[in-house]
């Protein structure tokens, strides 16, 4: 349930992200992926993945990936014991919030979640590649440089 609520909450972002771009602007179906050029210090590289059919977009995910084994960073229950202990927030969390905020800025960049810097700062590299991607048509996967 949580997971289909994070999918409308993020299908939304990306539908306000669209409709803030000039008119002529068409979105082409595809499948677009951006994703970080190296795993992280845990093992982890961030990604951002939308498919757009009919012009509009009808799935879209945000999370990381392990170099481990491929798992997901949300689905990690060591990662979201871990880092709600510490940080009081976890993947499935953040990223949630993430997407809520990005939605609430009208898809631009806002603070940080607290106890997820790294994630977060990924995050927006990602989304604004994601959208010139979208807006160009190409569906190459786009790799982000770290800073």
């Not at 409308?8 to 499948?31: K, Q, T």
């Not at 498919?51 to 995910?61: A, F, L, N, Q, R």
């Not at 084994?69 to 949300?74: E, F, I, M, R, V």
Request: one cysteine or more.
């Amino acid at each position: 349930m949580l997971k289909i609520f994070t999918i409308i909450i993020a299908l939304l972002a990306v539908l306000m992200l669209f409709s803030a771009c000039e008119a002529s602007v068409v979105v082409s179906d595809g499948v677009y992926r951006v994703e970080m050029a190296e795993f992280d210090e845990n093992g982890y590289k961030d990604f951002v993945e939308f498919t757009v059919k009919s012009g509009k977009v009808t799935s879209i995910t945000a999370d990381g990936y392990s170099e481990e084994n491929g798992s997901l960073k949300t689905d990690s229950a060591d990662i979201r014991r871990e880092m709600e202990t510490i940080n009081g927030t976890y993947p499935e969390k953040f990223y949630r919030d993430l997407v809520n905020e990005y939605i609430g800025s009208g898809g631009t960049q806002t603070d940080v979640i607290a106890g997820a810097t790294l994630s977060s700062e990924n995050f927006f590299r990602l989304m604004e590649v994601a959208k010139n991607a979208a807006n160009t048509g190409d569906i190459s996967i786009r790799i982000v440089e770290k800073n």
